[in-house]
């Protein structure tokens, strides 16, 4: 499986594993089908929501990788 960086495309992730939407609703990403959101990368997605891009990638790839 290809690792996630904070260039990585949300949607992209969420085609991957649906079950990783919960780490994007508790950033407060509510709206994960809408074209935009699935359209920024993690790191734009982090900047506006005040998130840090590199605990949620690490948390991300724990994920994917145990799952």
Known sequence: MAQITKDTIIGDILDMNMD??????E?????????SARGETIGQACEVHGVSADELVKKL???????
């Open 61 to 67: 790839n724990d994920f994917m990788n145990n799952n």
């Open 27 to 35: 950033m407060g990403m509510h709206c994960l089908g809408c074209p």
């Open 20 to 25: 990783t939407a919960p780490f994007f609703l």
